[in-house]
């Protein structure tokens, strides 16, 4: 019996090691610009494995890479809020709604709390609706499949509104992040135009910008190549329905750059435009975050994201008209990194 | 604070496991088949859940390296233990059947 329990003790640790959490480290492969690579070698000290990069200027731009380049897809989670929130300005400047209106008005969501919650409210994380749902079915289905490495958002348009029919609004009137509120407005806005929300995004937001590498995957098949949570375990993509305004948009960094630079140009950026006061200290627009630059006396406007294996960010420094986009293919924060970047002289 | 907790419990767990072995302070088999699963499963649930980039991995080896001399242990404390060891053998099946049940679901999960 001893010399079974040493074997199996031995099968642990073999088995332990295989599966352990890692460190991963950035790809070898360099991509791009040789002085931001220079600047990824320098200042990058995560884990990471594919990382695409670019600076932004009004009539510039470059891009750097590990593994990947400016045509490398990645999930950019809740960067995605960032486009909703374009739309939102747009669909207002086309008069389809209005800021005040109340997204019941929208969507078939009955005599219930959700539905007396404005598109504003929802904009700025003041809607009181919970992070995600908080029905127990979802939420516990929401839990494993985060456990199990896969997808915790998988529900289509009616199972969101179902979430959002029975979620309260307890806490409304404060900031409060709310993926189920974000995704809740982007098919709102979609259902307003009597369109699907990667239909709605395609017309109005990618198309015009020629953003061709950017998608809203509704299968596999168009989905972003696995990530790696931040041990360096493999995770499912996220492919969303429902919550696709809110977290389920795949870009390059390429494609955000041009997103970008539209902003930098003065192209709807009423959507940036601060509107109510956010957590700690910061301010809020339509998603869009503004936050002092850290190293600078100047504000920056940003959106970052996060699905169970990759970061992002997307920020701009529009007083000196520069702006900065990471992808990175492991959940560990690029946040500060693209600080520093965006920051950088 | 939470990755702190369960940090803690990866390292202090293997170490309260063995001591448990050791000390033959185990009912029986059962019991100690329990001890084990709920060892790997801190084990994998610190894997998946904590936030690698704040805590180096090396954390989770040292887990994992005691945890490994608790199963070894078991060798010299199994003969001497029965399989059940109760007053009320069929309600004490049961509860250690169920646990060990959802064990090895949550582990499915968690691989």
Do not use: C
């Amino acid at each position: 019996m001893k010399l079974i329990a040493v074997l199996v003790a031995v099968a642990v640790l073999v088995g332990g090691w295989l599966i352990r959490p890692r460190t991963l480290q950035l790809d070898s492969a360099r991509t791009g610009d040789l002085t931001l690579q220079n600047f990824i070698d320098e200042h990058y000290e995560g884990p990471g494995h594919r990382l695409a990069i670019a600076v932004i200027g009004d009539n510039s731009m470059a891009f750097a890479g590990r593994g990947a380049n400016e045509h490398s897809r990645f999930e950019i989670g809740s960067v995605s809020k960032a486009m909703t929130g374009l739309l939102l300005a747009d669909s207002i400047r086309r008069g389809e709604v209005k800021l005040d209106q109340e997204v019941g008005s929208l969507l078939p969501l009955g005599d219930t709390e959700a539905a007396g919650v404005t598109l504003e409210d929802l904009a700025t994380h003041y809607s009181g609706l919970p992070r995600t749902s908080t029905n127990p079915f979802a939420a516990t289905r929401s839990f494993v499949a985060s456990l199990s490495a896969g997808n915790p958002y998988p529900y289509d348009v009616d199972d969101l509104l179902a979430q959002a029919r029975s979620a309260g609004t307890g806490g409304r009137g404060q900031p409060e992040y709310s993926n189920l509120g974000g995704a809740l407005l982007g098919q709102a806005l979609a259902r307003k135009a009597g369109k699907s929300y990667p239909q709605l995004l395609r017309e109005r937001l990618l198309d015009p910008l020629q953003m061709q590498e950017t998608t809203v995957p509704t299968s596999e098949a168009g989905a972003a190549p696995e990530g790696y949570s931040s041990g360096g375990r493999m995770e499912a993509p996220w492919i969303q329905d429902g919550y696709a305004p809110a977290g389920g948009v795949v870009s390059s960094s390429g494609d955000l750059a041009l997103l970008l630079q539209s902003r930098l140009r003065g192209i709807g950026v009423e959507a940036l435009a601060p509107k109510r006061d956010f957590e700690d200290g910061d301010k809020i627009g339509l998603f869009w975050i503004t936050s002092p630059l850290r190293g600078t006396d100047h504000a920056m406007v940003w959106h970052n994201g996060g699905t169970g294996g990759y970061r992002s960010f997307v920020g701009l420094d529009l007083e000196r008209k520069r702006a900065v986009v990471v992808l990175s293919d492991v959940a560990a924060d690029v946040d500060d990194f693209a600080q520093e970047l965006l920051a950088a002289p | 604070m939470r990755d702190i907790i369960l940090l803690a419990l990866v390292i202090a767990y293997p170490l309260l496991a063995i001591w448990q072995i050791s000390t033959k302070r185990l009912r029986d088999r059962l019991d100690l088949l329990i001890v084990l699963a709920a060892g790997v499963l801190f084990l994998l649930f610190a894997r998946t859940t904590v936030d690698w980039q704040e805590f180096p991995p090396w954390l989770w080896l040292i887990g994992l390296g005691l945890f490994a001399v608790a199963v070894a242990l078991t060798g010299r404390a199994w003969p001497d233990l029965t399989w059940l060891s109760s007053k009320r053998p069929q309600l004490r099946a049961f509860s250690a059947t169920l646990q060990l049940v959802i064990a090895a679901a949550l582990v499915a999960i968690l691989l």
